[in-house]
Nanobody, 111 residues
Framework: VPLQACGGGLVQPGGSLTLTCAAS????????IGWFRQAPGKEPEGVSC????????FYADSVKGRFTISRDNAKNTVSLQMNNLQPEDTGAYYC?????WGQGTLVTVSS
């Protein structure tokens, strides 16, 4: 498994978490990268991504202004800074680099 995600946990509404996905055996800046999530009982959804060709960044409307995706080529990692978390952000978060998926890391937002 070339991707390892971490950083999930339990946080109160309004809190922050940073998810990080580390790659081994591949170079992240050769791929499009993104974060996805799946809430309990719901379909998976894309959260944010960075395109390969021009490095454009996209966010789901539900997280715009609260989440920030970034890539550290030197560390070969991609991160998702999540601020002002809300209960509806609860779910398993997955990183994707090209065709590779990391294992999920669970985010729970609850008081």
């Amino acid at each position: 498994v070339p991707l390892q995600a971490c950083g999930g946990g339990l946080v109160q509404p309004g809190g922050s978490l940073t998810l990080t996905c580390a790659a081994s055996g591949l170079t992240m800046d050769h791929y499009a990268i993104g974060w996805f999530r799946q809430a309990p009982g719901k379909e998976p959804e894309g959260v944010s991504c960075i395109t390969l060709d021009d490095g454009m960044i996209f966010y789901a409307d539900s997280v715009k202004g609260r989440f920030t995706i970034s890539r550290d080529n030197a560390k070969n990692t991609v991160s998702l800074q999540m601020n002002n978390l809300q209960p509806e952000d609860t779910g398993a978060y997955y990183c994707r680099v090209g065709q590779y998926w990391g294992q999920g890391t669970l985010v729970t937002v609850s008081s």
